[in-house]
């Protein structure tokens, strides 16, 4: 399994089974790892 398809797997999981409404992530390089932004900083929206 790929980083790419742990991570879409990990929102389906959180989103539909959990009902999470959103993710805060504040290490910069999870940012990374989720999102596939390498900013400092950044606001996402499901």
Do not use: H, Q, W
């Amino acid at each position: 399994m790929t980083a790419l398809n742990r991570v879409d797997l990990l929102k389906k999981r959180a989103f539909e089974e959990k009902g999470f409404d959103g993710f805060l992530i504040a290490n910069e390089a999870n940012m990374l790892y989720f999102a596939g932004f390498p900013g400092a900083s950044c606001l996402l929206f499901p």
